[in-house]
Antibody, heavy 119, light 107 residues
Framework: QVQLQESGPGLVKASGTLSLACAVS?????????WSWVRQSPGKGLEWIGQ???????DYNPSLKSRVTISVDKSKNHFSLRLSSVTAADTAVYYC????????????WGQGTTVTVSS | VLTQSPGTLSLSPGERATLSCRAS???????LAWYQHKPGQAPRLLIF???SRATGVPDRFSGSGSGTDFTLTINRLEPEDFAIYYC??????????FGQGTNLEIK
């Protein structure tokens, strides 16, 4: 079955760019699925960051849209998150996920990776 | 905006849990989902399209509702059901929003 695994630096300097990848195993990223990024800041709830359709298209959280880029690399069977101009408020556990459909929610999740923004 | 209530629900195993999710504007039932989240684990999709159980979810979990009011019911609580539950909707302009969560704790 499809499994997801996040990877990337656990520590990012303030004002820098956070870059994470989500490796997809047990399936192809080229089957016209939607793939999402979600985060949870310490002591807070879940926040959707954005999603990408591997057949074309992206949706972003308006509150983060100016700083977020989500992309797919089919040759590596992974998708990525870039979040620029980070601050301490971007410290969180970041999850990647595969959607059931564009709008039906996230059915398969990675285990999450913790990113801390340091000053 | 999705508002979940109560913030914390204290119940005993074997009891029934009723969790509420209220939207600030009408939401298509097709776009309403519920998740279970335990510390240190990934969230788990329980219910999609307001009332459809995701793969592998026990039938003691059920979802209902329409418009602005949605409910997740968990019958005969098992010890492993104690967790935080989030509702989520997909709405214009093509974005997901989560509720703030309900902490279901053991009484």
């Amino acid at each position: 079955q499809v499994q997801l695994q996040e990877s990337g630096p656990g520590l990012v300097k303030a004002s820098g760019t956070l870059s994470l990848a989500c490796a997809v195993s047990g399936g192809s990223i080229s089957n016209c699925n939607w793939w999402s990024w979600v985060r949870q800041s310490p002591g807070k709830g879940l926040e959707w960051i954005g999603q990408i359709y591997d057949c074309g298209g992206t949706d972003y959280n308006p509150s983060l849209k100016s700083r977020v880029t989500i992309s797919v690399d089919k040759s590596k069977n992974h998708f990525s998150l870039r979040l620029s101009s980070v601050t301490a408020a971007d410290t969180a556990v970041y999850y990647c996920a595969r959607n059931l459909r564009q709008s039906y929610g996230m059915e398969i999740w990675g285990q999450g990776t913790t990113v801390t923004v340091s000053s | 905006v999705l508002t979940q209530s109560p913030g914390t629900l204290s119940l005993s195993p074997g009891e029934r849990a009723t969790l509420s999710c209220r939207a600030s504007q009408s939401v298509s039932s097709t776009y309403l989902a519920w998740y279970q989240h335990k510390p240190g684990q990934a969230p788990r999709l329980l219910i999609f399209a307001a009332s459809s159980r995701a793969t592998g979810v026990p039938d003691r979990f059920s979802g209902s509702g329409s418009g602005t009011d949605f409910t997740l019911t968990i019958n005969r609580l098992e010890p492993e059901d104690f967790a935080i539950y989030y509702c989520q909707c997909f709405s214009s302009p093509s974005m997901y929003t989560f509720g703030q969560g309900t902490n279901l704790e053991i009484k």
